[in-house]
């Protein structure tokens, strides 16, 4: 009942951009904090960015800020993350979760979709 689907990955060139999307059961959005992570082969998921449900209060790793940007559409139920000025260092498979507890609890995931920024 609860799904997380997320597309808009691809390869790109230093300095390219791409929009994600998260697209989201209704009730996966209701009431609940979105966020993005990304892992890299070889290392741990890290923290990208996170959105609360009226969009006021948005938090972003010091390494995208400035060059992504997280928002929601909670009438189409989506999520999006918004990656400009792309750098090789992005390449990772990125995933959105639900937020139920900030900063600690994480509990539906996206299969992840592919960014690879070739240089």
């Known amino acids: 009942q609860v799904q997380l689907v997320e597309s808009g990955g691809g390869l790109v060139q230093a300095g390219g951009s791409l929009r994600l999307s998260c697209a989201a059961s209704?009730?996966?959005?209701?009431?609940?904090?979105m966020g993005w992570f990304r892992q890299a082969p070889g290392k741990e998921r890290e923290f990208v960015a996170a959105i609360n449900w009226g969009g006021g209060n948005i938090y972003y790793a010091g390494s995208v800020k400035g060059r992504f940007t997280i928002s929601r559409d909670n009438a189409k139920n989506t999520v999006y993350l918004r990656m400009n000025s792309l750098k090789p260092e992005d390449t990772a498979v990125y995933y959105c979760?639900?937020?139920?507890?900030?900063?600690?609890?994480?509990?539906?995931w996206g299969q992840g979709t592919q960014v690879t920024v070739s240089s």
């Open positions: 979760c639900r937020i139920t507890d900030w900063p600690k609890g994480y509990d539906y």
């Open positions: 209704a009730r996966t959005l209701s009431a609940y904090a």
